[in-house]
């Protein structure tokens, strides 16, 4: 009879042990959902960055005139052809539907201001309604144009800080010569002036504190240098002097001045720009920005206070009172962005579209994929099934293997130097742009393609041959097929990645200001044209600030276009693939 091992020992060890492996892999677990969590946060905060970025500029604020189209200034030769209808002073038929809307601003200067609320490009865009439908000419039509793209991010919210304060006193306008007197019941100016006394109380610490740190630094230098501060230090101490010694005095206006808040007065159809507040809190100076002369008592008016000062802001008092008057009338309203996707690049954001360069990256992708994807395929199909297994196919496959790792803008070099410069294709056209990212492609279509037919089990093979199907036949005819998924995904995904390139399409003039799309044709392949990324990169150095707004928008798009790449390649994987 045997005896039984005493295993307790072994038992009691692993019962030791056990605890710790279970807290191993619960910190393993967690370690692991966390950098699930990370990289899904970080996403989301990239998502929305670009989303809440982005949203603006698919809405623009537009502007609607009824233009006279009087056949003399539409028509100058009177024989309603094309060039006559070309040589129309449209410009001038905008600019008098603007003065019709304001007709009290007579000045040269102020008139100049006035059209800067739209740009002078719509004037073209007024010519091509009139030549597809040459009826309008004699008539008169609402046209309809964005706003200018400071004044659009203006109604959006996005320009300025700015509140709207209720009044409680009733105010009576009094107007001699160009100085208009404000008076109200109530001391409704009480608090803004207070507000306007500690920013001049800030100010003048400011100026102080600067002023003993020049002094500071003049007494480590000599000569003209010292004496360049001192006077700057000098003349910093004046200026705190002067605004405290107005502060302190009993009596006498807060004088405004571009540096403060705007204060507006909007009462009856008028606005009015306060220069200076009384320090009684019921009684303000200040000078017309729309209609004019004095006006009975009236509880019905509003201040409008704008705390971004004048000076730090792209738009003037004035063009805000002017788009406030119009959005009043319902000549402005904002409408879904349709110049985003119709038009092409423009100098001028409130016309910028993305058309152009959708167009380029649409021929530029044709090119890519009738290159890339058969002759990728084809390579991978004679490396793996008909090329013997020898040192020159080894090379082969290490040279591939190593292409899919070159840096992109080295394909952008070699594309200017053989397509450009040896074969003389034109530049920044979707022709060569093509054929550059074809090159970029190729190593990563061959390798998902040879690795798609590596996953055909050897059976399928042997069993073609065993029946006396050809070599052809059974790669043809069984292999390629079952094997279609892992190529069409592993091609999807390099177009996709082809689609987002910018450093390649550089080198070869593609980041051209583009104003015309290029036609969705034979001829498109060799006409000037851009593509989404480098639209992008041109945006996001442009001065304006609305073209943040564009530039995120632009980037939208190309995510979207990216997205439907990468869910087709999901698709007809889980459609076409087969499990053995």
Known sequence: MTDTPDISPIRNAVAKNLGARYRAELRFRAAGLAAVATAVGILIILLTSIISGGLPAFTANELVLTVELDREAVDPLGDGSEESVRRGSYSRIL???????????????????????????????????????????GTRYDFTMPLADDLDLYLKGLLVEDRTLDTDGSLAVTAEGD?????????????????????????????????????????????????DMLYDAGLNRRRASDIRATLEADSGPLMLDGSLPSILVETGGRTIALTSLARDGATANGRFLLGNGSAEPTTDWTLYVIDTPAER????????????????????????????????????????????????????????IIISVPIGVFTALYLEEYAPKNRFTALIEVNINNLAAVPSIVFGLLGLAVFINAFGLPRSAPLVGGLVLSLMTLPTVIIATRAALQAVPQSIRQAALAVGASRTQTVFHHVLPLAAPGILTGAIIGLAQALGETAPLLMIGMVAFIADAPTLGLEGFTQ???????????????????????????IMVLLALMIGFNALAIYLRRRFERRW
């Open 95 to 137: 600019q008098d539907a603007m003065r019709a809307e304001f007709p009290e601003v007579q000045s040269r200067g102020d008139l100049r201001n006035l059209f800067s609320l739209y740009t002078a490009l719509n004037a073209t865009r007024l010519m091509d309604d009139v030549l597809e439908d040459p009826t309008l000419i």
């Open 179 to 227: 100085t208009v007197t404000v008076r109200s019941t109530a001391t409704d100016f009480r608090d803004l002036a207070a507000e306007i006394a500690r920013t001049l109380r800030a100010r003048a610490t400011v100026l102080e504190v600067e002023a003993d740190n020049l002094a500071a630094l003049a007494a480590d230098l000599t000569g003209t240098d010292a004496e």
């Open 313 to 368: 802001r792209r738009v003037s008092d004035q063009l805000i009172v002017w788009t406030r008057a119009l959005e009043a009338r319902g000549a402005i309203s904002p409408a879904f962005n349709t110049y985003l996707f119709a038009n092409a690049d423009s100098r001028e954001p409130e016309l910028a579209g993305v058309k152009g360069a959708l167009y380029g990256s649409i021929l530029t992708m044709i090119i890519t």
């Open 528 to 554: 000037p044209a851009t593509v989404m990324p480098v639209q992008v990169f041109l945006w996001s150095d442009g001065a304006e600030r609305a073209f943040e707004a564009r530039t995120a928008a632009a």
